[in-house]
């Protein structure tokens, strides 16, 4: 008889992420890395191929940037199974449509952006003469089906796409060791990082340039910022944060927001920044951890 080699035995996919496995105690003490490699990976997996095929996203285009914008929400959801489990998920996807807040919230989430908007289209219309309203519903990667379904897609897509990731997920892994405003500072560097294809795929990303570079960062650090403390301030409402962002990028990165529009609303949200800076200067760090 021909003697056979016992085969050893394997390890069961679902063993993998059992509580006390190796990975998923790994993925717990690294859970803001595993995170951001996540998100990026879904997200460039989609930007990357366009990049290199030539692909450039202007008014008009057929392709569209907007599918990767859920890379980070993805990732949360991912990274929160792992180390959280069921309840983990559960209290993610209830922070994502959170609409009990106190009135105020709501009214900074949508006004604020709008207000803005208004000195910045009166402004604009004393200089150079009133914009096309309608412009606002026109923003490359969408078609060109009005204001409305533009505000819901930046607010869907991008702002629940985005924020799920970056303040539902990222944001309290920092503030367990980190004051509101250095937490928001230190999340600057991988949005931003995430960020990188689309300089090379979006038409008005292009357009920046090198020099443009410095105001985007400086952009994104002063809606880090104010994002943190209006997520914080609104009982950890992922779905605010959502709004303004979406909201704000309505008025900001449209067609209609071209040139002087976009300048006085960017610099608006920047001194609201370093208001909000002030006034949490002295807000630390949470302390609690998130392990289950």
């Not at 207000?115 to 289209?121: G, K, N, R, S, T």
């Not at 979006?202 to 997520?231: K, T």
Request: glycine share 10%; with cysteine; net charge positive.
């Amino acid at each position: 008889m021909t003697a056979t080699t016992p085969t050893p035995p394997t390890t069961p996919v679902s063993a993998v992420f059992t509580a006390d496995s190796a990975f998923t105690r790994w993925v717990r003490t690294h859970r803001l890395l595993t995170f951001a490699v996540l998100a990026y990976g879904l997200s460039w997996a989609y930007w990357v191929p366009l990049v290199l095929t030539g692909q450039i996203v202007r008014l008009g285009s057929a392709v569209s940037q907007f599918p990767a914008l859920l890379g980070p929400m993805i990732a949360a959801f991912a990274v929160t199974a792992v180390v959280d489990g069921k309840a983990g998920v559960r209290d993610l996807a209830a922070r994502m449509v959170r609409w009990r807040v106190p009135v105020r919230w709501w009214l900074f989430a949508i006004g604020s952006p709008v207000a803005l908007l208004a000195i910045a289209v009166a402004v604009t219309a004393v200089l150079s003469g009133a914009p096309d309203l309608a412009d606002f519903g026109r923003m490359a990667g969408l078609p060109d089906w009005g204001v409305l379904f533009v505000w819901v897609m930046f607010v869907v897509v991008n702002g629940l796409g985005e924020e799920t990731g970056w303040r539902g997920f990222a944001l309290p892994a920092l503030r367990q060791r980190h004051g509101l405003v250095a937490a928001a500072l230190l999340l600057v560097p991988i949005w931003a990082g995430w960020h990188l294809p689309l300089f090379f795929l979006l038409q008005n990303y292009r357009d920046l340039g090198p020099v443009g570079v410095p105001g985007f960062l400086i952009g994104l650090a002063c809606g880090s910022v104010l994002l943190a403390w209006l997520y914080e301030s609104a009982s950890s409402s992922i779905l605010i944060v959502a709004v303004w962002h979406g909201t704000y990028n309505l008025t900001s990165a449209t067609a209609g927001a071209n040139g002087t529009i976009a300048a006085i609303v960017s610099t608006g949200v920047m001194i609201i920044a370093v208001v909000v800076a002030w006034l949490c200067r002295g807000r630390g760090p949470t302390g609690h951890r998130q392990e289950s």
